[in-house]
């Protein structure tokens, strides 16, 4: 079955330690992404990559960190830095074809730091 | 940055009425996509627009791309207990791989 997982799908960390989700997609997309979803809110972009070893910061990247080592994997890593950082994550992916803009979204993880 | 704004926030039906949400922008966009989003788990596409004017169903879900490029429309017709959830829209343009999203419209079904 193709798609994106996300683990683990509860994350609780004490306040001042970094701590990394996973991502991993078998669905052969170039491109990855990493969303914020607060309470009551829409989907805030942290980061987005194209391409392996490339990745470009969205609207809210500040206090966050990521990788694009595989086409597979976009992990992102929340650092002592981000101020706020209890949210729900979500990973997507997509093609890179055009005007193709359609993403697929994993389950999500939910971080809670204590 | 771009912005979406979706009407309503919420709504709450009783089952079996019609539903209608829609997005406006003050930007064009060239692709309109509609998710729903169940709690505890990541959005799921349920349509995809390409082209202005276009309406697209998927079995009682309606949606349109607006004729201006600015707006889009969904609708869902004899609700169910299953729509319960939140539907966003999302706005794409040809050469950005990012997307703009919508606040969300929470739809609650009273049986």
């Known amino acids: 079955d193709g798609g994106i997982t996300q683990s683990p799908k509860y994350l609780f960390r004490k306040e001042g330690q970094n701590v990394t989700l996973s991502c991993e997609q078998n669905?052969?997309?170039?491109?990855m992404y990493w969303y914020r979803q607060d309470p009551g809110q829409g989907l805030r972009l942290i980061y987005y990559?194209?391409?392996?070893?490339?990745?470009q910061k969205g609207d809210i990247a500040e206090g966050y960190s990521v990788s694009r080592e595989k086409k597979e994997s976009f992990p992102l890593t929340v650092t002592s830095a981000q101020k706020n950082p209890t949210a729900f994550y979500l990973c997507?992916?997509?093609?890179?074809?055009?005007?193709?803009?359609?993403?697929?979204f994993g389950p999500g993880t939910r971080l809670t730091v204590l | 940055g771009q912005q979406l704004n979706q009407s309503p926030q919420s709504m709450f039906i009783q089952e079996g009425e019609d539903v209608s949400m829609n997005c406006t922008s003050s930007s064009i966009f060239n692709t309109w996509l509609w998710y729903k989003q169940e709690p505890g788990e990541g959005p799921v596409l349920l349509i995809a627009?390409?082209?202005?004017?276009e309406l697209t169903s998927n079995g009682r879900l309606t949606a349109q791309f607006g004729i201006t490029r600015k707006d889009s429309f969904l609708n869902i017709s004899a609700s169910i207990p299953s729509d319960v959830g939140i539907y966003f829209c999302a706005g794409g343009i040809q050469g950005a791989q990012k997307l703009v999203f919508g606040q969300g419209t929470r739809l609650t079904i009273n049986p």
């Open positions: 627009l390409y082209k202005a004017g």
């Open positions: 669905l052969n997309h170039d491109a």
């Open positions: 997507a992916s997509s093609i890179v074809q055009g005007a193709y803009n359609e993403q697929f």
């Open positions: 990559s194209q391409i392996v070893n490339d990745f």
